[in-house]
Every structure is written in structure tokens, then in C-alpha cells.
């Protein structure tokens, strides 16, 4: 049987190994400006601060017959992408936004994913893991 201390202990463990900022996100509405017809999405972040993008080990879970920029109709394998939360972070739900606002790895600042579902629904839970997909953004050559 595990203590309540000792599982407090592992989440606190869990949590140290956390060290990106991560803003989650929900849509909240759309506006329209009346003059340019331009449409801006509103939203309203549900979850602020601590987590943790991961990738699984192992063989890639799907492959993309890709175009566009030096990628002749390349077939790109993608890796699971996971990302874990404190399990304080509730009221989260699929198709919310995360975005990377820090991390000790510059190449995952400003990175964008979406909420596809969560893979963490146990007993003893020591963070809330979610199975995401990265949101492509502006990349150039």
C-alpha cells in the first residue's frame, strides 16, 4: 500500500523533472472586425506553469507522406508526443492548446500542441499525462 506521503514524495519528484512553462489554452469565441471581415480567436488559458514535452522511445507511431519545402512527398515518421502536467492541472480537455513559453531548450519555446486525450487516468497518478499533437506553425527555409 502507498502512503500518502510517499506518494506526495513521487508527485513532487515528477513535478522537479517539469521544467518548461506551459500555457493551456480553450477557444473562448470568435470576433470579427467589421471593416477587414479578419476573424481573431479569443481564448482563455486554463493552466499556467509548470511541465514537460516528451517524446515516446521506440519505433514512430505514424508516418505522413509530406510536400512543401525540400520535402519531394517524403514519408516523415512522427513520434508520440506527451505532455505531462502537475496533477493540481484539472479542468483540462481535449482540442485546448498548449504552448511552450519557456524551456531550458530553446528549440521548444513558442512551441504549439494540441490536447488530444489523456493517458493518465490511475489511481496513483503522479502527473496528468497527455497524448498531444504538435500544431505546425510558420517555419522558413
Given at each position: 500500500m502507498i502512503s500518502r506521503r510517499e506518494l506526495e514524495r513521487m508527485r513532487s519528484w515528477a513535478e522537479s523533472l517539469m521544467t518548461d512553462t506551459v500555457r493551456v489554452s480553450a477557444p473562448a469565441g470568435v470576433?470579427?472586425?467589421?471593416?477587414t471581415g479578419a476573424e481573431t480567436v479569443a481564448s482563455t488559458t486554463l493552466y499556467e506553469g509548470r511541465g514537460k514535452i516528451q517524446t515516446a522511445g521506440g519505433q514512430a507511431s505514424q508516418q505522413h507522406n509530406i510536400n512543401g519545402y525540400g520535402a519531394v512527398g517524403a514519408f516523415v515518421p512522427e513520434w508520440s508526443l506527451y505532455l505531462h502536467l502537475p496533477v493540481s492541472a484539472?479542468?483540462?480537455?481535449?482540442?485546448?492548446?498548449a504552448t511552450v513559453t519557456q524551456s531550458r531548450d530553446a528549440a521548444l519555446t513558442g512551441r504549439r500542441y494540441r490536447l488530444v486525450n489523456m493517458q493518465s487516468e490511475k489511481?496513483?497518478?503522479t502527473a496528468r499525462r497527455w497524448n498531444?499533437?504538435?500544431i505546425p506553425g510558420?517555419?522558413?527555409?
Open positions: 470576433s470579427v472586425d467589421p471593416d484539472t479542468g483540462l480537455y481535449p482540442g485546448c492548446e489511481t496513483h497518478a498531444i499533437q504538435e510558420e517555419e522558413t527555409p
